[in-house]
């Protein structure tokens, strides 16, 4: 679903927009999408594995930060909002007071799977991601919502690890007890089951 505007929308336009309600968007090829209210365990998901990217990020003294719902623009009239992203520090210092949506490739970002989503996070965000040099995508595929051609057939809960090689994504699917390697953290001890509980 889309919402009606008289013209397409600018980046900066979506950065100014308020229509008057909590209702969240992310900008498509300048068209306004409405985010459908997450599931409690999408939240805790999204919020256990920015914990955990940031506790890896302080052990490794990296400057970077994790954080839920940063925006990321895509495009040039195109901004999406990933449930995790990682970003450098010294752009969020740059740019306290302004809408954290970043405008270079964030290092590292993550999509939790939802029922109105997955048709964007598996085809549409592969390749805006993938376009714009973002190295590490995963998504987590906890119902699961996705297609059998991306996460196999019988379908199973699934974390896909998509790792930019020479420009292009190639994914590894891990399930069940798998451990999953993160190129960006390879010390990173997560298994799939760990983060589809949210890490309880």
């Known amino acids: 679903m889309t919402v009606a505007t008289d013209r397409r929308m600018t ?12 209702t969240r968007f992310e ?12 599931t409690w365990l999408h939240l805790r998901i999204a919020r256990n594995l920015e ?4 506790r890896e ?13 940063p925006g990321q623009q895509t495009e040039e009239s195109s901004a999406r909002r990933p449930d995790v992203a990682i970003v450098p520090s010294d752009f969020v210092d740059a740019e306290l007071d302004q809408s954290a949506v970043l405008v270079t490739a964030a290092f590292f970002v993550v999509e939790v799977v939802s029922e109105s989503t997955a048709t964007a996070d598996y085809r549409e965000k592969v390749a ?23 996460i196999g057939s019988p379908k199973r809960p699934t974390v896909s690890v998509y790792q930019s090689v020479n420009e292009n994504y190639q994914v590894i699917r891990y399930q069940g007890n798998d451990v999953i ?10 298994t799939v089951a760990k983060v589809l509980n949210a890490g309880r």
Do not use: C, H
């Open 11 to 22: 980046l900066q336009e979506y950065l100014n927009y308020d229509d008057g309600t909590a």
């Open 27 to 38: 900008l498509v090829k300048g068209e306004l999408i409405p985010m459908s209210p997450a």
């Open 51 to 54: 914990g955990t990217f940031n």
């Open 57 to 69: 990020i302080d052990r490794l003294g990296l400057d970077w930060e994790a954080f839920q719902e």
């Open 128 to 150: 805006e991601y993938q376009a714009i040099g973002i190295p590490e995508y995963w998504i987590v595929d906890p119902d699961p919502f996705g297609a059998a051609k991306y």
């Open 181 to 190: 390697v993160s190129p960006t953290f390879p010390e990173l001890n997560l």
